[in-house]
């Protein structure tokens, strides 16, 4: 994983071992099974096209089963790899390399999900404005953000054995390009981005390490599952999930084409076996194994 010097910064992940090393052999199948329920509870059984972004390996995206075409949004071109070998070459799937700061898409989405990835964002807000832009009209958008007001961080801060305040709006960066947000500024942000909060589900409360120690898993995904129904009332985990709604009310453009020329904003493309190209201003970009690479056109 790197620092990529793009403005604003992004994370990569290219070559990592991130899906092996943090989520196959990484003691986090607690995390992974409330994360599904939160998904489940959150997400409409069915729909057209849905937009993952910060793909990854595809961990989630079996799970995104009622919808008849899913877009596979990464960074990194080699997680897309990754999650290509697990899904296969079905026309289901596309696999897009781009960047959130500037997504290559036209606004037919009905429904997006960004798990485990705001977290990286050092702009949250243009991202977020990035993401209704390629939604379609009153479509469904499930976001979930790391708490920088979770219970473990105000005891901490309580007892004086960290500086930052978790109650501070701001968002804190822990490490480089690695942030925890307050949800009063996340709400702020979904709201001047023309969202509206349907639902929230507070995720992982007993992401600590001797509970999941002598707790059978069973019984710490049940206390959690019961947990997550509090969300709307506070946030105080460490993982947040909201579900909000998108209040545009018009279609602009052809909802059959899903890409829009990141440079000229036309949706008029061209392809062949390794290049995609904008009709209307000529810009090319690599099909590479049939991954789409929108992070750099080429000459």
């Not at 799937?93 to 700061?101: G, T």
């Not at 990286?120 to 990035?130: G, I, T, V, Y």
């Not at 109650?167 to 822990?174: A, L, N, Q, T, Y």
Request: a positive charge.
């Amino acid at each position: 994983m790197k620092t990529f010097q793009v403005e604003p910064p992004v994370i990569d992940y290219e070559g990592s071992d991130y899906q092996e090393t943090f989520w196959d052999r990484g003691d986090r199948e607690y995390e992974d099974r409330v994360e599904a329920i939160a998904l489940q509870r959150l997400l409409p059984k069915s729909g057209d096209k849905l937009l993952e972004l910060g793909a990854g390996a595809g961990r989630n995206t079996p799970r995104y089963e009622g919808y008849r075409h899913i877009v596979l949004v990464d960074y990194s071109s080699s997680q897309l790899k990754f999650a290509k070998e697990k899904l296969g070459n079905s026309e289901r799937y596309k696999y897009v390399a781009a960047n959130i700061y500037n997504l290559p898409f036209a606004p037919v989405f009905d429904t997006a999900t960004m798990i485990r990835t705001l977290h990286h964002m050092a702009n949250p807000n243009q991202a977020l404005q990035q993401v209704q832009k390629v939604m379609a009209p009153e479509s469904v958008f499930i976001l979930e953000y790391a708490n920088k007001r979770n219970l473990k961080a105000i005891l901490r801060y309580i007892a004086r054995r960290q500086d930052w305040n978790p109650f501070d709006h701001k968002p804190i960066e822990f490490a480089e390009l690695n942030f925890d947000f307050h949800p009063f500024t996340i709400k702020k942000w979904l709201i001047e981005n023309g969202f509206t909060i349907e639902r929230q589900l507070t995720v992982s409360h007993f992401r600590i390490g001797f509970l999941k120690r002598i707790l059978p898993l069973s019984i710490l995904v049940k206390m959690d599952a019961f947990a997550q129904l509090t969300g709307n009332l506070w946030q105080f985990s460490p993982s947040v999930f909201i579900r909000a709604k998108s209040k545009k009310k018009s279609m602009v453009g052809n909802s059959n084409e899903i890409f829009r020329c990141p440079e000229c904003g036309k949706s008029q493309f061209e392809e062949n076996e390794d290049r995609i190209w904008c009709s209307s201003c000529s810009q090319k970009w690599l099909i590479d194994d049939g991954i789409y690479d929108f992070r750099e056109p080429v000459a």
